[in-house]
């Protein structure tokens, strides 16, 4: 394994019930919300990377949230 086993038993998992979550369900945009149009001059770099990243068979991982 190239990566070092990640030791589970340092967790401190809670129920869903106790969990504090920071968005609300209003905040999502789902497939068929209207939304503003984005387009960025990095949005190009970042797909042939990702594309290059993919065919090189490593992780790709890609969040995108509002800006605070």
Avoid: N
Avoid at 41 to 62: D, Q, S
């Amino acid at each position: 394994m190239p990566f070092e086993k990640f030791d589970r038993s340092q967790l401190r998992l809670r129920p869903l019930a106790e969990r504090v979550h920071d968005m609300a369900r209003s905040e999502f945009i789902f497939p068929e919300s209207p939304r503003q149009p984005f387009a960025d001059a990095a949005l190009p770099v970042l797909a042939e990377r990702i594309v290059e990243a993919a065919k090189a068979k490593r992780a790709v991982i890609f969040a995108c949230g509002p800006m605070c």
